[in-house]
């Protein structure tokens, strides 16, 4: 019984390496068209997810990502997007009926390094986001117009198509992190902000950088049992975006719920559901604000799946998963897709139990 007990603890410290893939890695990745300045944030929804707050095993870590997203809206997220790069005027934009797609394949760099000295009695951990990747906004329009002549009113219209595509790295994201556990009780606190180097133009449909930096908070909770492999995660943030210096706008302040629930049916095998809730909690601002308030939403859930494979020394992580928008307002809507592969140290293995000595006396 002690010896069964022992190696469902390891396996249970195995499954802690799957916050790795999202806490390891911050939920900020520039995003083809999402929400803010022309649709686009600092925070992207659905980084965080299962073990998000579980302990992580002390050492350096990398995790490589793919992110797939396919999005797609009209009416004033288009026409945002047309006034930011100053293809049309407000005015002539209230003519105009649009519609955006958008398609981004990006990949990640995230080395890491986990303290094994406490910290405030948690545990510290220091990560940095190098993305990369290929961005492809397009814009189909229809613009009406009407000319008042005398008595009469001559009306028309003209169609036209625009599309752009960026390949290139985007912004630096650091992240600092600290996390406590207590029994099946697992807490963190984060912060992170965006350093603006990378690819980005204010004339272009498609970007791969923000343009300007912005501050990020919050705090995560996981229930994780090891006996029963039961496991369910919440992470909670707000970002403070700065003013973007190349057309003085402002995005508002967004708040941002990820969750995850999920169950290891093995010791090495994960199933479960994921979601996020993204909500702009202020108005955008600046003298370059040329749209208004522009107040975003995006409610969505998905599927995930996770495998464990034991290395030696080092452990590996793979999981999958996949989200479907709803209840999109003034954000485009649609679907998209993380793989993630964590490499990090493996889990320590408990002493074996050893059996008293008895003692013999004459």
């Given at each position: 019984m002690v010896k069964k007990r022992a190696y469902r603890w390891s396996a249970s410290c195995s499954a802690y390496l799957a916050a790795g893939?999202?806490?390891?890695?911050?939920?900020?990745?520039?995003?083809?068209?999402?929400?803010?300045?022309?649709?686009?944030s600092f925070w992207v929804p659905g980084f965080f997810g299962s073990l998000a707050a579980a302990p992580l095993q002390p050492g350096f870590a990398m995790t490589s990502m793919?992110?797939?997203?396919?999005?797609?809206?009209?009416?004033?997220?288009?026409?945002?997007?047309e006034i930011e790069v100053r293809r049309l005027t407000a005015t002539?934009?209230?003519?105009?009926?649009?519609?955006?797609?958008?398609?981004?394949?990006?990949?990640?760099?995230?080395?890491s390094y986990t303290f094994e000295p406490k910290v405030l009695g948690g545990q510290l951990t220091f990560s940095l986001l190098v993305p990369y990747g290929r961005n492809h906004?397009?814009?189909d329009a229809t613009l009406n117009a009407a000319l008042l002549v005398g008595p009469f009113?001559?009306?028309?219209?003209?169609?036209?198509?625009?599309?752009?595509?960026?390949?290139?790295?985007?912004?630096?994201?650091?992240?600092?992190?600290?996390?406590?556990?207590?029994?099946?009780?697992?807490?963190?606190?984060?912060?992170?902000?965006d350093i603006p180097t990378g690819d980005y133009d204010p004339t272009r449909l498609a970007n791969i950088g923000l343009g300007h930096g912005a501050?990020?908070?919050?705090?995560?909770?996981?229930?994780?049992?090891?006996?029963?492999?039961?496991?369910?995660?919440?992470?909670?943030?707000?970002?403070y975006n700065y003013e973007n210096p190349d057309t003085n706008y402002q995005n508002g302040t967004d708040f941002h719920l990820d969750w995850g629930t999920s169950k290891f049916l093995t010791k090495q095998f994960q199933i479960g559901l994921v979601g996020y809730l993204y909500d702009q909690v202020s108005c955008d601002?600046?003298?370059?604000?040329?749209?208004?308030?522009f107040e975003s939403r995006v409610t969505s859930v998905g599927a995930q799946l996770g495998y464990i494979v034991p290395m030696g020394a080092v452990q590996a992580y793979?999981?999958?998963?996949?989200?479907?928008?709803?209840?999109?307002?003034?954000?485009?809507?649609?679907?998209?897709?993380?793989?993630?592969?964590?490499?990090?140290?493996?889990a320590s293995t408990p002493p074996p139990a050893t059996t008293p000595r008895h003692m013999y006396t004459k």
């Open positions: 893939v999202v806490a390891a890695a911050l939920a900020v990745v520039p995003q083809s068209a999402s929400a803010d300045e022309g649709g686009v793919y992110y797939h997203t396919s999005v797609s809206a009209s009416a004033s997220v288009a026409r945002a997007r002539i934009a209230a003519n105009v009926s649009a519609d955006l797609d958008a398609n981004a394949d990006l990949g990640f760099f995230i080395p906004v397009s814009v009113v001559l009306t028309g219209s003209r169609h036209y198509s625009i599309s752009d595509a960026t390949t290139g790295f985007g912004d630096l994201i650091p992240q600092a992190s600290l996390r406590w556990n207590a029994g099946v009780n697992n807490y963190m606190i984060y912060a992170t902000g501050l990020d908070g919050g705090f995560g909770y996981t229930y994780f049992n090891p006996q029963t492999g039961n496991e369910l995660s919440a992470v909670a943030g707000f970002t601002s600046g003298t370059g604000d040329r749209v208004g308030c793979f999981n999958l998963k996949a989200y479907k928008e709803f209840e999109s307002e003034h954000r485009p809507e649609g679907w998209n897709v993380w793989l993630t592969l964590n490499l990090s140290p493996a």
